[in-house]
């Protein structure tokens, strides 16, 4: 009596792998989703440790917030997010600080970089527009804002994702309405909510997801 060879056949291998096939097919969107959600989480907490820097820095500043630029000499040199990180590494502002030197590579890190931005480094000091404000951004009606006499702290946008390639000019990390924020013309994009929002911290601290449509149609008196 022969004996049945052991192993599988050409066919069963195929419907094997169909089968592996479409069980991935199935699992990467759950998993791709779960990824976007994660980053998203991450992002809410970068930004509350952003609000946790630059009020220690507003703190030792006299109760005033920082400009959006011109924080160590007056004009274009220290941006909101360079004092934040002087918070951060016990140091003097020095402008572009929060990109850390690695060889001739400037290199965006967590807390003050967004774990869903596509750029996270650039090369040389010619490109670093191409980066500065594709992170975060600060409300510019802020610069310079003396804390305690803020309105409505807790309508107030303070800090927020920001996506500005920066292709045709230099852009600050800083927004006055939600053009400034996200520029798609060139190439920028709204990075949660299925890309159609951003996280925002408000002045009093708080963080919370917006779409696109809730910022364009909040009270510009009052959001901004």
Same mark, same amino acid.
């Given at each position: 009596?022969?004996?049945? /060879? *052991?192993?599988?056949? #050409? #066919?069963?291998?195929?419907?094997?792998? =169909?089968?592996?096939?479409?069980?991935?097919?199935?699992?990467? @969107?759950?998993?791709? =989703?779960?990824?976007?959600?994660?980053?998203?989480?991450?992002?809410?907490?970068? $930004?509350?440790?952003?609000?946790?820097?630059? $009020?220690?820095?507003?703190?030792?500043?006299?109760?005033? $917030?920082?400009?959006?630029?011109?924080?160590?000499?007056?004009?274009?040199?220290?941006?909101?997010?360079?004092?934040?990180?002087? #918070?951060? /590494?016990?140091?003097?502002v020095?402008?572009?600080?929060?990109?850390?030197?690695?060889?001739?590579?400037?290199? =965006?890190?967590? @807390?003050?970089?967004c774990?869903?931005?596509?750029?996270?480094?650039?090369?040389?000091?010619?490109?670093?527009?191409?980066?500065?404000?594709?992170?975060y951004?600060?409300?510019?009606?802020?610069?310079? *804002?003396? $804390?305690?006499? #803020?309105?409505?702290?807790?309508?107030? *946008?303070?800090?927020?994702?920001?996506?500005? @390639?920066?292709? !045709?000019?230099?852009?600050?990390?800083?927004?006055?309405?939600?053009?400034?924020?996200?520029?798609?013309?060139?190439?920028?994009?709204?990075?949660?909510?299925?890309?159609a929002?951003?996280?925002?911290?408000?002045?009093?601290?708080?963080? !919370?997801?917006?779409?696109?449509?809730?910022?364009?149609? =909040?009270? @510009?008196?009052?959001?901004?």
């Amino acid at each position: 009596m022969k004996r049945k /060879k *052991s192993g599988f056949t #050409i #066919i069963e291998l195929l419907v094997t792998v =169909a089968v592996i096939a479409v069980l991935a097919g199935l699992l990467l @969107p759950a998993l791709n =989703a779960a990824k976007l959600k994660a980053q998203t989480v991450r992002c809410v907490g970068n $930004l509350r440790q952003l609000g946790t820097f630059l $009020l220690f820095y507003t703190e030792q500043n006299d109760s005033y $917030l920082p400009a959006y630029n011109g924080n160590e000499d007056g004009y274009s040199q220290g941006k909101w997010i360079d004092c934040a990180y002087s #918070i951060h /590494k016990h140091s003097v502002v020095r402008d572009h600080a929060w990109l850390e030197k690695q060889g001739g590579l400037y290199v =965006a890190r967590e @807390p003050f970089r967004c774990p869903s931005a596509v750029v996270t480094q650039c090369e040389g000091t010619g490109n670093l527009r191409y980066i500065v404000a594709r992170h975060y951004g600060m409300n510019g009606w802020l610069s310079k *804002s003396f $804390l305690p006499r #803020i309105a409505n702290p807790s309508q107030r *946008s303070l800090l927020f994702d920001m996506d500005q @390639p920066g292709v !045709s000019a230099w852009v600050n990390p800083e927004a006055r309405n939600a053009d400034g924020m996200v520029n798609r013309n060139e190439g920028g994009s709204w990075r949660h909510y299925s890309g159609a929002g951003a996280n925002v911290l408000f002045v009093d601290g708080h963080v !919370s997801g917006m779409r696109e449509s809730a910022i364009r149609a =909040a009270n @510009p008196k009052i959001f901004w």
